[in-house]
């Protein structure tokens, strides 16, 4: 069992910046691919930016040239950063940090962080 939990959400005036965390207890290694999604009220979960084999990261439409993903390590736990600036008032949204493991292809969810954009 991986526990995941989300750190870092709130409240931001629009074109400014924040960071969210994630810390998943894996080793690196052990992980295919590490996600941040985002669900806005009475929409569809959408992926927002992932790295894949600890080192590739990509970015969908919304985040590219506004977001930046990376990840830090310890002995036993990963963290995802996703740095994000210019923030829009679409970008209000709960966040959540996703990781699935290599072997077996389970995913493990974090409880979600609120980010809240204001015009």
């Known amino acids: 069992q991986v526990q995941v939990m989300e750190f870092g959400g709130g409240l931001v005036q629009a074109g400014g910046s924040l960071r969210l965390s994630c810390a998943a207890s894996?080793?690196?290694?052990?992980?295919?691919?590490m996600d941040w999604y985002r669900q806005a009220p009475g929409k569809q979960r959408e992926l927002v930016a992932g790295i894949t084999e600890g080192v590739r990261a990509t970015y969908t439409a919304t985040a590219k040239g506004r977001f930046t993903i990376s990840s830090r390590t310890s002995e036993t736990t990963v963290y995802l950063d996703l740095d994000m600036n210019n923030l829009e008032p679409e970008d209000t949204a709960v966040y959540y940090c996703?990781?699935?493991?290599?072997?077996?292809?389970?995913?493990?969810w974090g409880q979600g962080t609120q980010v809240t954009v204001s015009s």
């Open positions: 894996e080793r690196i290694e052990r992980l295919a691919v």
């Open positions: 996703a990781v699935r493991r290599r072997i077996g292809g389970q995913t493990y």
